[in-house]
Structures are given as C-alpha cells and as structure tokens.
C-alpha cells in the first residue's frame, strides 16, 4: 500500500516508544513528527499543522490518572477543531479514553499495540480528515465564551481587555463567585499574541501546603516516598501561555514568597532538584476576597499584590446589571436546548420577572444553572414562572429596604420583591400591595418592570 500524505505528529514521553514508532510510522505515511513534551504541542500545531496527533493519555502529571491526556486533548480542539486525536492509553485508563471520546478524540489504541490496528486507525482518522477537506488549515484560536452585554460597565472592561491583551501585563481579576473571573481570563488569553499556547488553570486555594510546590514548580523522581516519576509542574506547563491562578487570596501565607520567588525570577527549581528552569508565562490571578484588607490585616503579602496587580479588572455582580440577565437567560436557554434536544425557545414574562426579582447570590453561574434545570424539565416551548426553581432564602424580600431609598426607589423594590415573591402573578402582587391592577400596571409601565 503507498505511503499515506497525512502529517501524524505523535506525543509521548516514554522514549521507547517514541524510538518503536519512529521507525514503524515512516513505513507508511510521508511525513511523521515526534515529541516528548506536550509543552510543545501548541507550537507544533502552528508549525507542522498535523492531521493526526497521537497523544499518549498519561504523562506523569498527574500520576495514575491520565487527566494530562484529557486536557491536552480540549487544548488541540480548541485551537484546531479539524486536528484528528487518536489517544495513546494503557489498559487501566481505557475507561477515561472512552471518556475522551465524548470530548472529541477519534479513536484511541491500547498498549502494548497491534501495528496493523494502528496504521488502520490513523489512515481512518485522517480519512476523515480529506473527507471534511479541511487537512492543513491554519490553526486559529478558540471562540470567545464570553458574554459582553451592553452594560457601561462591562462595555469599559471591554475596551480595557482589548487594550492589554497584547501586553504580557499581570492581571487581577475580582469579584463574587460566579461572575465570570474564570471565564474573562480565558478572553484575555484567547486574544493575546499567546493564544496559540496553552491556557493552565490552577486553583490556588485548593493547593495543600504538601502539594503546592509538587503541583506548581513539578518534582524529579525520589524527591519524597511517593514521587515514582518525574512531574511536570503547571509553571512549566504553561510555558509561552498564560497561568491563570484562580483563588489566590486563599494561598496561605508562608506559601506566598515561594510563588513570588518564581514570578520574579521567571523560572522555578523542581521539588528535589538544584537546576532553575527558565519560563516564559503570562500571569492572570483571580479572587473572591477583599485583597487590599488582606494585605492590611498581615495574611497577604504587599509585594506579592503589586507584583500580580499590574492591571485590574472588577466584575460586578448580576444584581447589578439586571438588564442583563434577559439576553443572558436567553443565551443559555438556546444552549441547553441544543446540548438536550429540547424544543424551549424563550421565557413568558411571568418568568422573566422572577428571573429579575431574584438576588442571584451565585451570579451568572447561579443563573446558569437555574435555565439548565427548567431546560431539561420543562415540556414547554416557553419556560413559565412554574418551571424555573429559586431557593426563596436567596429571594429579595419586600421588607428590605435600601438605606437612604427615595420614596419612589423604596415603592419600586416592593413592587419587584413582590413579583418575584408571587411569581409574576399580578393578581397576587396587587392584593399584596393592597393597590389595584389597573394601579399595578401604570406602576409597572412607570419602572419599566
């Protein structure tokens, strides 16, 4: 059989497997690369634009679980959607190949392999690649996943992100839990000069004092008991990409001056090891907390602050940007009723009240979360006040009022807290209000709710 035109680039750090396939692989097909590192697969995407990738699942990252394997693979299919994954796996991981699949691999070959199932499944994958006619196409970054709206506060930190994503300027992002910290940093990364390289996602807060170093600056075999393997840190993994340290005011602080130490010197030293390894990161952190009382109080450093805080970016809660929680609800109902084969198109404006007299403590992902259960439970083509489930705890209640509230401020928050309370049914809203309908709507008409 000729030799196959597909370009198969195989990543795998055992390196007799690597010498195996670099001699069985040019059999038959023209053009084959092969590397150790994942570290350089963005790159290789960009420079060798392969049809194929046969990516092991296990690099010793994260020892025994194969997890490595699975984010690589998100990575390629974000920035080259038309890239064919064949997974490389050993006989306890074929449950998470399985799971790979789902997420978007082609196949996946077990070791010890058959070469003759090998070669047959790489030609199938890139098969399918001259089939959608989309071999050698440049490799693009990923699609936004951020939702702008048309809020002043957002459109300013619209402009800003423009502005700086071309720097390699650290960024803080703050803000409550699910207001979208996670998801602005990803927009920055996505169109900075560094977005062909990874992205790496660290939970700085869930780091035990035990795993911190291991987890951040990697490990070399024999650095402590169970240390079987070399480990390759998220510093190093980010290398040329962005790090992205969700949580940061939760590090302890005498864990602190290890993660200045690195961002300072831009290179970091292995757990067990004397040789410093230079990286090239850009760095955007992330908290929930009040840094600057952090700082003032003694629990955070000063330096460290400055040194993350070169350019800041505050995201408001949704209960602040009401207007947008509509197109947002909207937003999301078109997604899950695509993800779930449902026929949902919109809200009635009974539930759209409810949706907007809620105080939504948990924010965008609070809201998220609310559209995706009516979704998959609702049978109607328009969710109503019945299908969306709010705990009442988090409910505004027509008792709060806001220190200092005019008098037509102080009326407007009754009249939401009601409709929120009863559901959009106005019936009840005026009787509890103890006005009448016809005084309900001209209200309504006046607050535009």
Known sequence: MAKSKAKILVVDDNSGIRAALKVLLPIHFLQVELIASPNELMSKLVEFRPDVVLLDMNFHT???????????????????????????????????????????????????W????????????????EKSGKGGKAVSPAPSAMYWGEGRQIAAIRERVTKIAAT??????????????????????????????PMVCVDAGALTETLFESELFGH???????????????????????????EIGNIPLHLQAKLLRAIQNKCITRVGDTRSIPVDIRLICATNKDLEKIVSDGDFREDLYYRINTVRFHLPPLRERTDEIEPLAELFIRKFAEKYRRTTKGLTPQALQLLKGHNWSGNIRELQNCIEK????????????????????????????SPGATLEETEEQAIRAAMAKFGGNLSMVAKSLEISRPTLYAKLKKYNI
């Open 62 to 112: 994260d020892i025994n679980t194969g997890n490595e394997g699975l984010f690589w693979l998100s990575e390629i299919k974000k920035r080259s959607p038309e890239t064919q994954v064949v997974l490389f796996t050993a006989y306890a991981d074929i449950q998470l190949a399985v799971e790979g699949m789902k997420r978007g691999a082609f196949d996946f070959i077990v070791k010890p």
């Open 220 to 246: 070399v075999k024999g650095a402590f008991t169970d240390a079987h393997t070399d480990h390759t840190g998220k510093f190093e993994q980010a290398d040329g990409g962005t790090l992205f340290l969700d």
């Open 374 to 401: 009516a979704v998959i439970l609702s049978e109607n083509e328009l969710l109503g006040a019945a299908d969306i489930e709010i705990q009442p705890s988090k409910q505004k209640q027509s008792s709060t009022i």
């Open 114 to 129: 058959d070469n003759e199932k090998l070669i047959e499944t790489l030609r199938s994958a890139f098969a399918g690649v």
């Open 168 to 197: 390699d300027a650290s960024v803080l992002i703050t803000g409550e839990n699910g207001t979208g910290k996670d998801v602005l940093a990803n927009e920055i990364h996505r169109i900075s000069e560094r977005a062909l390289k």
